[in-house]
């Protein structure tokens, strides 16, 4: 009788004991799969965060390029323009597939593409006054 207590005791102890190990091992997988997901966002987010970052870098380099010619009125100066007036609708159709899965960064999207070609329209403008020897006027 003694000995079958004990062996009760010491099978309910390791029933105990595996179903703390089950525990465990399955919170330990499952903080890990959520950890994985918080570093996919994470770099899902920096990746955002740069092509904004390239965005503006593209139209800073285009308004110094137009402000370079303008004052010089060397074409060599207009390498800079051309290339972020390539690259810019490339980089903002790139943001919005990145951010199509939030309806709130698109709407911030949406508003940005127009201030974009806004300001490569009045660049643009100035550039032309600026070959139609229109100095004063683009500058």
Request: proline share 2%; net charge negative; hydrophobic share 35%.
């Given at each position: 009788?003694?000995?079958?207590?004990?062996?009760?005791?010491?099978?309910?102890?390791?029933a105990i004991a595996t179903a703390i190990l089950v525990f465990v091992g399955w919170?330990?997988?499952?903080?890990?799969t959520q950890f994985v997901e918080a570093a996919h966002w994470r770099d899902h987010?920096?990746?955002?965060?740069n092509s904004l970052d390239e965005?503006?870098?593209?139209?800073?380099?285009?308004?110094?390029g137009q402000r370079g010619y303008l004052l010089t009125g060397d074409e060599t100066y207009l390498q800079p323009y051309r290339a972020a007036i390539k690259s810019v609708d490339?980089?903002?159709?790139?943001?919005?597939?990145?951010?199509?899965?939030?309806?709130?960064?698109?709407k911030r999207i949406q508003a940005l593409a127009p201030l974009i070609e806004k300001k490569l329209a009045e660049m643009q403008s100035t550039v032309d006054l600026r070959r139609n020897k229109e100095v004063a006027a683009a500058t």
């Open positions: 009788m003694n000995w079958q207590m004990g062996n009760r005791l010491v099978l309910g102890g390791f919170q330990s997988y499952r903080n890990t987010t920096y990746e955002v965060l965005t503006v870098g593209l139209l800073s380099d285009a308004e110094t490339q980089i903002v159709a790139h943001l919005k597939n990145l951010t199509a899965d939030n309806p709130n960064q698109q």
